[in-house]
């Protein structure tokens, strides 16, 4: 798990060879565990790994790069994914488009009849009922989710007149905003849009409703369509939220398993059942491949060369339920996406099968060692958002999903609040300071940077039901008003707690009364134990972006810091 640039360095210094690196590839991970194998042959193979190159600038200095064909891969790589999201988009829409020939109050009471008439059937079961069933299902799928769902049949409605700009802005991840009202730049929800309201939800019927707002925003990294639906009656506010997965339906082909040549499938793997573990380095006790491989090379004669990535493995106890080599390989390419090969006598080389998504969404090693180093005193809120700020989309996306990375530190504030750390970490000491002393933070005293931090921290917020809005969807119209806008702000609130965890042996005590924990501590040592302490101090934040703290969307963000502490003294 080293940079390839490091491996390079190492190899020159053993061999005097002038070796060098392009930047753009110098921090693509690599494990190498080589013993007395030829140079040429160990930087041939570490070029194989990620379809690299060797060139002579001189007659004495190589430089290994990324060829034109392999750049031109990746591209088309990703161009063909982002084809596939834009035509999944695009099938969608088409869908409902559709769907808009037929006024929606229709298309809702056909569903309406279509189901009345299948519970029917299902409940007498008359002569060929499951024939007339299926027919019943099949004229209810042609009708399609747009009259199930209002959110789908304005989305209809609205992409059949969306311009060149409004497209593109939705592509770049923007959201687009519809009103029933004028409101700023507001496209025009249609006339019925209160009507059908009334017609999706009866209850509607007898409120008098007055306006309705609906947001729309394309994920590109979670690849779905984000809808809020938000209905206003006087001082009443109904909000529906929606997400719309678009699947970029082609099959994934399964990695090519190489054949394991007999000599060593056979080969046993030299280890005692009862060794202990090898400690995973990982918060949350996790193990990547580069752990399990450097363990398999420590256990058989194998020189091993393979991509590596902070992705924890599926199967952490693998390296300890194989008898020999073939079946360890086996298993790894059974549990793991890998393509395990055999370049050249004596070598092993494992692949990532999505070795081009894994790069995009990779941060550095530098930069991880650099937050790890300070994990050993405990991260706090400004390391969190320092890191959260140099994250990439793709990284975020990945970060945000669990189990797809492997880190040195608690990885929990980062997973539902960057948006509201990628704000935090704009700001000015004095801003912060001025937050931290719970003082308003109002838009228009911003940067345009830090205005556009908070709509994308207030926008993220919106459309994932998993992070609190408050009433903020509810007061969606007054949100995009630019006359409301002076009032928009941030606020910060935050509480500590402190907690003593004493460990004697395998029993484990927490307690947050200090008396308590001082009388424990002094039974333990008068009985002749000699337990450990450790000091818990953890840090609760509440992120609010809105008008005020009720009418906010919240990001809370909980950060754990421990130190050793000394056993009180009798």
Known sequence: MRPLRE?????????????????????????????????????????????????????????????????????????????????????????YQRATATDFARLH?????????????????????????????????????????????????????WTREQRARLLNGQPLLASTQPLGDALPLPENTLRWLTVWNPSFAEVPLQSAQMLIRLNLQRKTLELALVARAGEQVFPFVETVPLSLAEPEEPPVIEAIPETLAKQPLHFKASSPAVPSPYWGKQYT?????????????????????????????????????????????????????????????????????????????????????????????????????????????????PNRYALRFDPTPLQASIPALRFWASLTPAQRQAARERQPLYYPQLSALQQRLLWEAVEHALLHPTISSGD?????DRLYDPYAQAELAFFLDFWKNIAFEVRDGDVTLVFEDVESYEQTLQALRAQGANPSVQREVRTNYSFYFGFDTRHAAIYPVSIQQCAETPPTAE
């Open 7 to 95: 491996a390079i360095q190492q190899i020159a210094a053993q061999t005097g060879a002038a070796l060098g690196i392009a930047k753009a590839i110098e921090q693509y991970k690599i494990t190498l565990i080589a013993h007395q194998q030829p140079a040429w042959q160990t930087l041939e193979l570490l070029a194989q790994v990620y379809g690299l190159e060797w060139r002579a600038e001189s007659a004495e200095r190589y430089y290994l790069v990324a060829p034109e064909a392999t750049r031109a891969q990746q591209q088309r790589q990703q161009r063909a994914q982002l084809e596939a999201l834009q035509r999944a988009l695009e099938e969608r829409l088409q869908t």
């Open 109 to 161: 009471q056909r569903i309406a009849e279509l189901d009345a008439e299948r519970s029917q059937l299902e409940q007498q079961q008359p002569p060929n009922w499951i024939e007339r069933a299926q027919q019943l299902a099949t004229a209810r799928a042609q009708i399609g989710a747009a009259g199930e769902s209002l959110p789908l049949y304005l989305l209809g409605v609205l992409s059949r007149s």
């Open 289 to 401: 491949l580069a752990e399990q491989l450097a363990w398999l090379a420590e256990h058989t004669n194998l020189n091993i060369v393979a991509d590596s990535f902070r992705l924890p493995v599926a199967n952490r106890e693998l390296s300890r339920n194989a008898p020999t080599l073939g079946t360890w390989l086996r298993d790894v390419q059974t549990q793991e996406p890998v393509r395990v090969r055999f370049p050249a006598e004596g070598w092993l080389m494992v692949q990532h099968q999505h070795q081009a998504e894994l790069l995009a969404s990779e941060i550095d090693e530098p930069t991880l060692e650099r937050f790890e180093a300070r994990a050993q005193n405990g991260l706090d809120l400004d390391d969190y958002a320092e890191l959260a700020y140099l994250l990439t989309p793709a990284q975020q996306a990945r970060l945000e999903q």
């Open 472 to 476: 903020l969807l509810l007061q969606l």
